[in-house]
């Protein structure tokens, strides 16, 4: 028994078994949390003690060996009582006295044994528990994070998954040792005097009607202190995030207003809560001493008349001061697990959104390798859960391995959702999705993010290291990949310009790095991620002028040799494209080359008009994509590259229908030593090559002036490696 073993099937998301099938959405049933029973809630998080239980049967036996020597301590002390004190015969306290000492260091042994183990089981839940909620909330869809408080959520994860803790593990080894020790102190109690213990129990249920008045009250409560909880944790994470705002609109009234009125909540929740718990006690309290003194009562009178000595009174009365916590206890209990109950519904209602897509349920008939970066977008409609207007209605484009296609058009027309069509964020109400001619569907979650590389518009961080930031393009790269793909996207310089190089830590908000900085960073992470198929959202919205023109030749150097779509309000780059989509209301309206669509005076005419009147002068962002066939290459060939063929082990792949050029140059010769071919310096610039083992190697040219290129210092000239960062044959130029 490890505790970690076996909870991973355990399934804690009942959802998936509900009979009727109903997938829980998370529209309307996050403003009001769903009320649950406590008996629900704890079924529900049960079997996250898989594992555990061995432990748990572990802890109630040392209860019950603890319940027992308190037992036989109480004995002994009658014993004590009646024959050393009453006597004042010091033989006979020896005796009784040493077998007290006995338990007693036994029952402590025991004890700390027991309680060790319970808070051991206890963190072990929790961290179970935190784990199973943070996987599941990691593949929730896009808009539940847009539509949920962050604060909110990280209340759930943290104060009620302590909550769920008092409710399923301390909550059952609180029941059952009181449940044991109760019952070992009643039946201690009916065999020393049955007729007295019988009369005590008389007043038993006092307790019970005392717990089930208070017990609503609480829940209530809990549920109001939970929820404030939250908000205060949401008002706080918000107004940290956005202290810029605050300081320069001088907003920090309103902010201190905003956080005083979810503090008053959560005051009044909290001071609530106390009241209620102590009034409990006190009435609690009362009923004790009614019982306390009934015994007196009894007792007096049974001594008077002799039926009774005064060590067998002293212990009987010993045994109601011991039974009345565990008692007491057991109906705090319910109080308790009400409580818990709040938490519980407010993390129930998260595992029960279902995230919105999964892996294949069965694998394809045909192993899925990897693919040329053929898509093809079929008639896909969708609307986003809650919405009335479809976001995308009826869209159909195609893109073939290596091409550059646009998508543009007016706000809110649905360029994102492609996005997020292509990456499988949402699966659509229709249509597909086809990769080299495989619905997208088809592959595992995993392996299609690895073969479709999504730069989002924001350029997202994680908290550590340059390093590591690049690393996550392709976890296990080696440094020297790292720093390749980080001279490729233009990011080496400024890197080792940090105070650490490489090695220095960078967070989401950390002002080290300008825009630009942080979007080649971007870029050097999908060079290194090396996908087939690139989804580029708006590249150099947010970037001026200035960081905009740098990122151009990174990225060109990332496009190179891919499929990439690209989702852009900026024009600059449309000649580049092999076709432009203009999408809008989720629909294709137009689509053709920059020239014939310009020509046509339609949507897209007017957008560029518009863009051109609003924007300022990008000057390099104009420079076309793939330059033309050099004028060197060998004439007498076929179309495009003519002669191409003339150069040993390299023949051309692929070509574009717009331009009926090659999108790249493959390596046919000798895959043995396809390492010491170069690309011919003589064919075009910009045109990649593949290795047969599907590497891919781009070429570029270089900055005009002098740059640090892979091995030295290079003028005006181009360079060329793999995409995954490694170098072939040391550099071109
Ligand atoms: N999470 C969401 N929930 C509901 N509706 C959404 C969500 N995200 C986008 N939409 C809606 O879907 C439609 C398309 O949005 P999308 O983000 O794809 O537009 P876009 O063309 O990328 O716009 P922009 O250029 O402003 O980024 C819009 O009407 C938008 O309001």
Redesign the pocket.
């Known amino acids: 028994m490890t505790g970690t073993d076996e909870y991973e099937h355990a399934n804690v998301n009942e959802h998936a078994e509900r009979a009727d099938g109903d997938a829980y959405t998370d529209d309307d049933e996050y403003d009001e949390t769903p009320t649950i029973p406590a008996r629900t809630a704890f079924r529900r998080f049960w079997p996250l003690t898989k594992g555990l239980r061995g432990w748990l049967v572990a802890v109630w036996v040392c209860t019950v060996l603890s319940a027992l020597a308190e037992t036989e301590a109480i004995l002994l002390f009658s014993d004590l009582t009646d024959h050393a004190l009453r006597q004042g015969s010091l033989s006979a306290f020896w005796d009784p006295a040493v077998k007290w000492l006995g338990i007693a260091v036994v029952g402590a042994i025991v004890a700390y044994a027991g309680n060790s183990l319970a808070a051991w089981i206890t963190e072990r839940f929790v961290m179970r528990l935190r784990e199973h909620v943070f996987d599941h909330v990691q593949q929730l869809p896009?808009?539940f994070f847009?539509r949920h408080r962050q604060g909110d959520l990280l209340s759930r994860l943290t104060g009620d998954v302590e909550a769920i803790e008092t409710m399923v593990v301390s909550g059952l080894v609180g029941a059952a040792s009181a449940a044991f020790s109760a019952l070992f102190y009643a039946a201690a109690a009916f065999w020393l005097r049955w007729d007295l213990a019988a009369a005590t129990f008389v007043l038993a249920p006092l307790f019970w009607l005392a717990a089930r008045r208070f017990s609503g009250s609480i829940k209530d409560v809990s549920r109001e202190g939970r929820v404030a909880d939250g908000a205060i944790t949401s008002v706080v994470e918000e107004s940290l995030g956005n202290i810029v705002l605050t300081q320069a609109y001088d907003r920090r009234d309103a902010e201190r207003r905003r956080l005083h009125e979810e503090a008053n909540a959560w005051f009044r929740a909290s001071v609530r809560s106390t009241r209620l718990n102590e009034a409990y006690e006190q009435l609690v309290q009362v009923i004790e001493t009614v019982c306390v003194l009934a015994v007196i009562g009894i007792g007096a009178w049974e001594i008077s008349t002799g039926r009774m000595t005064l060590g067998q009174l002293l212990a009987f009365a010993a045994f109601l001061g011991y039974l009345y916590p565990p008692v007491r206890g057991l109906a705090q209990l319910g109080l308790t697990v009400n409580a818990a109950t709040a938490g519980a519904e407010r993390l129930i209602e998260i595992l029960d959104v279902r995230p919105a897509v999964g892996d294949p349920v069965r694998s394809p008939d045909t192993p899925l390798g990897r693919p040329d970066g053929a898509v093809e977008v079929r008639d896909l409609s969708f609307r986003?859960p809650g919405?009335d207007?479809p976001?995308l209605a009826g869209l159909s484009f195609s893109v073939r391995p290596g091409e550059l296609v646009i998508i543009t058009?007016p706000?809110?027309?649905?360029?994102?959702?492609v996005s997020k069509m292509l990456l499988r964020f949402y699966d659509p109400d229709s249509g597909t999705v086809l990769l080299d001619g495989t619905p997208i569907r088809d592959f595992p979650l995993a392996r299609l993010r690895e073969y479709v590389t999504l730069l989002p518009q924001e350029t997202l961080l994680l908290h550590d290291t340059v390093r590591a930031n690049i690393a996550c393009g392709r976890p296990g790269a080696s440094d020297r990949a790292i720093v390749e793909a980080a001279r490729a996207a233009d990011a080496h310089d400024f890197v080792m310009k940090l105070p650490d190089g490489y090695d220095t830590e960078v967070d989401p908000n950390s002002a080290r790095l300008s825009g630009g900085q942080l979007q080649r960073l971007a870029i050097a992470r999908a060079i290194l991620r090396d996908a087939p198929v690139l989804v580029l959202d708006e590249p150099t919205t947010g970037l001026d002028a200035m960081a905009a023109r740098r990122v151009v030749r990174p990225l060109r150097r990332l496009m190179t040799g891919r499929t990439t779509i690209m989702i852009t309000?900026d024009l600059n780059l449309a000649p580049d494209a092999d076709r432009i989509l203009v999408v809008d209301q989720g629909r294709i309206v137009e689509t053709g080359r920059h020239e014939e669509l310009l020509a046509r005076g339609g949507a897209y005419a007017r957008l560029h008009r518009s863009q051109n009147n609003a924007l300022m002068d990008t000057g390099e962002l104009r420079l076309p994509l793939f330059t033309e066939p050099a004028a060197t290459a060998p004439a007498g060939g076929p179309v495009g590259y003519a002669g191409a063929e003339a150069y040993p082990g390299w023949a051309p792949q692929s070509q574009s229908h717009a331009h009926a050029t090659p999108h790249a140059f493959e390596y046919t010769g000798d895959p043995a030593d396809a390492g010491a071919h170069q690309l011919p310096h003589q064919l075009p610039r910009h045109l990649p090559g593949r290795f047969p083992d599907g590497r891919a190697l781009f070429r570029d040219e270089l900055h005009e002036g002098v740059q640090d290129g892979f091995q030295g210092t290079y003028q005006d000239g181009f360079h060329e490696g793999f995409h995954d960062g490694t170098h072939p044959y040391g550099h071109g130029g």
């Open positions: 896009p808009h847009q986003y919405t207007k976001a058009g706000s809110g027309a649905g360029k994102s959702t309000h």
